[in-house]
């Protein structure tokens, strides 16, 4: 299950990555990084769930981490 999320996600996020580089328009870059934010986090469960507890704390940090600038950049985008 986790499998499947974590491709969702890798592609929405290569998707929106690429929006944005071809268009010049970052519109979406909150999205995005929303998006990692969640694809980091299921591959930091995945790791904890094969017993990878380092990497997986680590990844569950860095998952915390993007996100909070995902929210930090919706709230200080332009009205």
């Known amino acids: 299950m986790l499998k499947k999320i974590r491709i ?3 592609i929405v996020v290569i998707l929106l990555a690429g929006f944005g580089l071809i ?5 979406a870059q909150p999205i995005m990084m929303l998006s990692l934010s969640a694809f980091i986090l ?3 469960l995945d790791e ?3 017993g ?3 990497r997986g704390y680590i990844s569950i940090f860095l ?3 993007v996100l909070a600038v995902a929210i930090q950049t919706f709230l200080n985008s332009p009205k």
């Open 52 to 54: 990878i507890k380092r």
């Open 42 to 44: 299921a591959g930091g």
């Open 23 to 27: 268009t010049k328009n970052f519109v």
């Open 8 to 10: 969702i996600l890798g």
């Open 63 to 65: 998952a915390v981490f």
């Open 48 to 50: 904890l769930k094969q």
